[in-house]
């Protein structure tokens, strides 16, 4: 390696979730701008998934990998506590070992990159004597709400998901109660407490933030973290939107052959994709609904399945386009494979996504709304039907559908509620056949023109990442 390159190094928490964005953006750093990049990844390793991640990221010689062992935290958890107060506890007892595999370093980085949770180690960084920044490998309106949230916190009385009016963060886009991020859903949880002072992390403990957006995606919250003059006395460090960072092609061997020759066979922009990301799960009951709503549309539909919560959790429950020889499983309505098998392809687990996102078959994506199967959908050219489940993705949803138009959204909120089978038959045929798809399809192309720009030389993205680098070489 160059010893006189710039020399980043980017602290990643557990969990695939975690891990994939940082690889993202030390690949981005590394193959467009040469910088030097050693991963700090606090790995519990108790998903294959995450191993086998590690085990590539190891491999690979344009990244080094330093592996940090989880810390014990048995002892100051309640079983009732969140993953975000998990993950938030684990990186607070990581920092003893982060310092050491940074002091242990022969060549010392110039720069360090917390992810989410891991902005209580930035100060590690001024005993060294390098820049420090967070990554918040999601949209402009989420950084803002949650660097601003220590703000409301003050000023708002009572649960934010009882507010009648929306949650104004100045110069963005108003947020309803009722789509904040989960750790704002009930004020009184522990988790609520750890994103408050992580919003407080990212402004006072950091040189900057960088964002995983681009200038024409989420434009208004962008614009007023960059400029709003209110909303700066509370952000008060640049933020660099330097997206999207999200993956092209599905990792090697993960192609499943079948999905694709099926889809070869179909016409273009006929088939609709139900996926709800890596662990999405609707309920029984919902499963049973959208089957219905899917046969009752007559659209096409490849269907990534897992079993809801608290049935057999394997995938040989049935085979795709038949009833297998156990019977089909019984959260499907009875008979729906065989009904349905020319007209749709189930899926068990896991599918090639970007693969299938990117098939001239595809014409509408049905989508928990994780911010990377967003953009492998804007990437794809592919509008949505946005189904937000947890986390950030209720946000994401009102993006998409009230500013972009590149997705409709059922009237209730899905993880609520049970949506109806023809609510589903309306908007699924509405995407496929509607004269709202094919608005909807044209504007999802052009924001994928607009993603593909601002990555490019001299795009909106690739010169905030330049800046964001003169930042670090300036500390040399
Ligand atoms: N994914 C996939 N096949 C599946 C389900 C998910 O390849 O059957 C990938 C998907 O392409 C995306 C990631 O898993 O890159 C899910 O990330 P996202 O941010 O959308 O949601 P999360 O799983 O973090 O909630």
């Given at each position: 390696?160059?010893?006189?390159?710039?020399h980043?190094?980017?602290?990643?928490s557990?969990?695939?979730g975690?891990?994939?964005?940082?690889?993202?953006l030390?690949?981005?750093?590394?193959?467009?701008?040469?910088?030097?990049i050693?991963?700090?990844?606090?790995t519990?390793?108790?998903?294959p998934a995450?191993?086998?991640?590690?085990?590539?990221?190891?491999?690979?010689?344009?990244?080094?990998?330093?592996?940090?062992?989880?810390?014990?935290?048995?002892?100051?958890?309640?079983?009732?506590?969140?993953?975000?107060?998990r993950?938030?506890?684990?990186m607070?007892?990581?920092?003893?070992?982060?310092?050491?595999?940074?002091s242990?370093?022969?060549s010392?980085?110039?720069?360090?990159?917390?992810?989410?949770?891991?902005s209580?180690?930035?100060?590690?960084?001024?005993?060294?004597?390098?820049r420090?920044?967070?990554?918040?490998?999601?949209?402009a309106?989420?950084a803002?709400l949650?660097?601003?949230?220590?703000?409301?916190?003050?000023?708002?009385?009572?649960?934010y998901?009882?507010?009648?009016?929306?949650?104004?963060v100045p110069?963005?886009?108003?947020?309803?109660?009722q789509?904040?991020?989960?750790p704002?859903?009930?004020?009184?949880?522990?988790?609520y407490?750890?994103?408050?002072?992580?919003?407080?992390?990212?402004?006072?403990?950091?040189?900057g933030?960088?964002?995983?957006?681009?200038?024409?995606?989420?434009?208004?919250s962008?614009?007023?973290?960059?400029?709003?003059?209110t909303?700066?006395?509370?952000?008060?460090?640049?933020?660099?939107?330097?997206g999207?960072?999200?993956?092209?092609?599905?990792p090697?061997?993960?192609?499943d052959?079948?999905?694709?020759?099926?889809?070869d066979?179909?016409?273009?922009?006929?088939?609709i994709?139900?996926?709800?990301?890596?662990?999405?799960?609707?309920s029984?009951?919902?499963?049973a609904?959208l089957?219905w709503?899917?046969?009752?549309?007559?659209?096409?539909?490849?269907?990534v399945?897992?079993?809801?919560?608290g049935?057999?959790?394997?995938?040989?429950?049935?085979?795709?386009?038949?009833?297998?020889p156990?019977?089909?499983?019984?959260?499907?309505?009875?008979?729906?494979?065989?009904?349905?098998g020319t007209?749709?392809?189930?899926?068990?687990?896991?599918?090639?996504?970007?693969?299938?996102?990117?098939?001239k078959?595809?014409g509408?994506?049905?989508?928990h709304?994780?911010?990377?199967?967003?953009?492998?959908?804007?990437?794809?050219g592919?509008?949505?039907?946005?189904?937000?489940?947890?986390?950030?993705?209720?946000?994401?949803?009102?993006?998409?559908?009230?500013?972009?138009?590149?997705?409709?959204?059922?009237?209730?909120?899905?993880?609520?509620?049970?949506?109806?089978?023809?609510?589903?038959e309306?908007?699924?045929?509405?995407?496929?056949?509607?004269?709202?798809?094919?608005?909807?399809?044209?504007?999802?192309?052009?924001?994928?023109?607009?993603?593909?720009?601002?990555?490019m030389?001299?795009?909106?993205?690739?010169?905030?990442?330049?800046?964001?680098?003169?930042?670090?070489?300036?500390?040399?």
């Open positions: 390696m160059d010893q006189n390159k710039l980043v190094a980017i602290i990643s557990p969990g695939m975690h891990l994939v964005p940082v690889y993202l030390a690949n981005r750093l590394a193959t467009h701008h040469h910088v030097r050693t991963i700090l990844a606090v519990t390793q108790t998903s995450e191993s086998q991640l590690l085990g590539s990221l190891a491999d690979l010689d344009h990244i080094n990998l330093i592996k940090i062992p989880s810390p014990d935290i048995s002892n100051l958890l309640d079983p009732d506590d969140t993953m975000v107060t993950l938030a506890v684990i607070r007892e990581a920092k003893n070992n982060i310092r050491s595999a940074i242990t370093m022969s010392r980085p110039h720069a360090l990159i917390g992810d989410l949770f891991s209580e180690s930035l100060p590690i960084a001024n005993e060294f004597h390098m420090k920044y967070v990554y918040v490998p999601c949209l309106r989420f803002a949650t660097m601003h949230v220590h703000v409301f916190d003050k000023e708002v009385k009572g649960q998901v009882d507010l009648v009016e929306p949650l104004r110069g963005c886009v108003p947020v309803r109660g789509d904040v991020p989960d704002m859903l009930d004020r009184n949880n522990r988790e407490n750890e994103y408050v002072k992580m919003g407080i992390n990212f402004t006072t403990l950091s040189d933030v960088l964002v995983n957006t681009w200038r024409d995606l989420d434009c208004t962008l614009d007023a973290l960059k400029y709003n003059e909303l700066k006395s509370v952000v008060k460090v640049p933020v660099y939107d330097i999207p960072l999200t993956r092209l092609a599905d090697a061997g993960s192609n052959s079948k999905v694709i020759e099926w889809l066979m179909q016409p273009v922009e006929s088939v994709f139900i996926s709800f990301g890596s662990g999405g799960t609707p029984a009951e919902q499963i609904e089957a709503g899917l046969e009752l549309s007559r659209q096409r539909f490849v269907w399945i897992r079993s809801p919560a049935s057999a959790k394997d995938g040989t429950f049935f085979t795709s386009g038949s009833d297998s156990n019977g089909p499983p019984d959260f499907l309505p009875e008979g729906f494979l065989n009904r349905t007209q749709g392809l189930i899926v068990p687990l896991w599918a090639p996504q970007v693969t299938i996102l990117n098939h078959s595809i509408g994506f049905l989508t709304c994780g911010l990377n199967s967003i953009y492998e959908s804007i990437r794809g592919v509008p949505m039907i946005a189904w937000p489940l947890y986390a950030e993705q209720r946000l994401n949803a009102s993006l998409l559908t009230e500013e972009l138009q590149v997705a409709i959204r059922p009237a209730v909120q899905p993880a609520e509620e049970v949506v109806g089978r023809e609510e589903i309306k908007m699924v045929r509405s995407l496929m056949e509607g004269e709202d798809g094919k608005r909807m399809r044209e504007k999802v192309k052009l924001l994928r023109e607009s993603a593909n720009h601002a990555l030389i001299n795009g909106s993205s690739y010169k905030s990442m330049c800046e964001f680098i003169t930042c670090c070489q300036n500390n040399n």
